[in-house]
């Protein structure tokens, strides 16, 4: 069974692009999260979604944006990228988003110059 | 604020040599305490949750304990194989807070 799957795997980007990064959940899930990590810190929440609905945001400027798909798949948007953006982006889905545990994609690395 | 905490930061230790990792938490609406395993440059790998204060889960050298206040991983006669970052998270309504994870090295 496919467990999350994420793209791409690594993107360079200059400050001021803008970054799409998407995510395909396991089968069966309806909820999807977004987390980011910089180095040597724990995933950071960023946003929820649940049936196409956003249901968390997590302290994160309004560069950061994300849509949930009518197959559970989720898209995060980052605009006028800055250099502490940077980091780790993790997809996670779960069943129903709260009393269900996540589970994580591989990741999308993103390197801004 | 929610508030997650792991000690020790980094661990060592010889391969057999038992020991526990701590991840403590504030303790307000709390749905769930997740551990998670997490290789250099991956996402994190699901381990166990734990819901109720006296549950335990195992697997394989892996024990998860929890208490009101905080949890504990214990790895029994650890293997090279479990050298990774271990990361403890709670949940709360619909998102997980984490620690910083504690990184742990096996020496053969």
């Known amino acids: 069974d496919a467990g999350v799957t994420q793209s791409p795997t690594h993107l360079i980007k200059t400050r001021g692009q803008h970054v799409t990064l998407r995510c395909s959940p396991i089968?069966?899930?309806?909820?999807v999260s977004w987390y980011q990590q910089v180095l040597g810190q724990g995933p950071q929440f960023i946003f929820q979604?649940?049936?196409?609905?956003?249901?968390g945001r997590g302290n994160f400027p309004d560069r950061f944006s994300a849509r949930q798909f009518p197959n559970y798949s989720s898209e995060l948007n980052v605009n006028a990228l800055l250099l502490g953006d940077s980091a780790l982006y993790l997809c996670?889905?779960?069943?129903?988003?709260?009393?269900?545990?996540?589970?994580f994609g591989p990741g999308t690395r993103l390197t801004v110059l | 604020e929610d508030q997650v905490t792991q000690s020790p930061e980094a661990l060592r230790l010889q391969e057999g040599e038992s020991s526990s990792l701590n991840c403590s938490y504030t303790?307000?609406?709390?749905?769930?305490l997740f551990w998670y395993r997490q290789d250099p440059g991956k996402g994190p790998e699901f381990l166990f949750t734990?819901?109720?204060a006296g549950e335990e889960k195992e697997k394989e050298r892996l024990k998860a304990t929890l208490t009101k206040k905080e949890s504990f991983l214990h790895i029994t006669a650890p293997k090279p194989e479990d050298s990774a970052t271990y990361l403890c998270?709670?949940?709360?309504?619909?998102?997980?807070?984490f620690g910083t994870g504690t990184r742990l090295t096996i020496i053969p």
């Open positions: 089968s069966g899930h309806k909820s």
């Open positions: 734990l819901y109720s």
């Open positions: 303790v307000s609406g709390l749905r769930g």
């Open positions: 996670a889905s779960s069943l129903d988003g709260r009393s269900s545990e996540q589970f």
């Open positions: 998270a709670r949940g709360i309504r619909e998102k997980l807070t």
């Open positions: 979604y649940y049936e196409k609905e956003e249901r």
